[in-house]
Nanobody, 116 residues
Framework: QVQVVESGGGLVQAGGSLRLSCAPS?????????MAWYRQAPGKQRELVAI???????NYADSVKGRFTISGDDAKNTVYLQMNSLQPEDTAVYYC?????????WGQGTQVTVSS
């Protein structure tokens, strides 16, 4: 069994920064070959925020380009989402998605709230 544990969410004022972390735990038999962060705001569909493949190719939603950065630390087997210049519209539950081998695992979500 693999669990994905996220941390780093919280309340921040507009213009502030947060860094989300995500790491798998449990029986891990494959390396991470794709990492992604999604978010879901109240009343809205879940949307892709950032994605990175094992080849270090990254892609971002237009709304976060230039403000968010997805990265991975292979030694710590941890994935990060650095979020700068946060705005109230970034308020959402953020979910980490990790693909290891042929399976994709999801975290439970972490709340990010940006006050104006």
């Amino acid at each position: 069994q693999v669990q994905v544990v996220e941390s780093g969410g919280g309340l921040v004022q507009a213009g502030g920064s947060l860094r989300l972390s995500c790491a798998p735990s449990g029986t891990i038999s494959s390396s991470i070959n794709r990492m992604a962060w999604y978010r879901q705001a109240p009343g809205k569909q879940r949307e892709l925020v950032a994605i990175r493949t094992s080849g270090s190719d990254t892609n971002y939603a237009d709304s976060v380009k230039g403000r968010f950065t997805i990265s991975g630390d292979d030694a710590k087997n941890t994935v990060y989402l650095q979020m700068n210049s946060l705005q109230p519209e970034d308020t959402a539950v953020y979910y980490c998605s990790l693909r290891m081998g042929i399976f994709t695992y999801w975290g439970q979500g972490t709340q990010v709230t940006v006050s104006s």
